[in-house]
Nanobody, 119 residues
């Protein structure tokens, strides 16, 4: 089992910056991929960015050049730095962690944190 606790988020004007962090606890040694997803009202949850245990990153096109995901394996924490925020970035942001075990991937989720970007 892995528990994820997010912090950060809030209200910011367009063009501003916010940082999110997510601390993992429990069976953290088995975590492979960690990431951030978001879900806006009336829309499906989408991947924003993810990062492997080795540091390889992947971003959705809409945030490339604006968002940066990073990870501190010693602290079992993943971060998302969001710059040049746009109103379209408004959503609930969820942290995720994947644990491969016995041929199956188990995905764990944080409780979500609201990010609101005003125009």
């Amino acid at each position: 089992q892995v528990q994820l606790v997010e912090s950060g988020g809030g209200l910011v004007q367009a063009g501003g910056s916010l940082g999110l962090s997510c601390a993992a606890s429990g069976s953290t040694a088995r975590i492979s991929q960690m990431g951030w997803y978001r879900q806006a009202p009336g829309k499906q949850r989408e991947l924003v960015a993810d990062i492997s245990s080795a540091g390889s990153t992947n971003y959705v096109d809409s945030v490339k050049g604006r968002f940066t995901i990073s990870r501190d394996n010693a602290k079992n924490t993943v971060y998302l730095q969001m710059n040049c925020l746009k109103p379209d970035d408004t959503a609930v942001y969820y942290c995720s962690a994947r644990v491969p075990w016995a041929g199956t991937d188990y995905d764990y989720w944080g409780q979500g944190t609201q990010v609101t970007v005003s125009s």
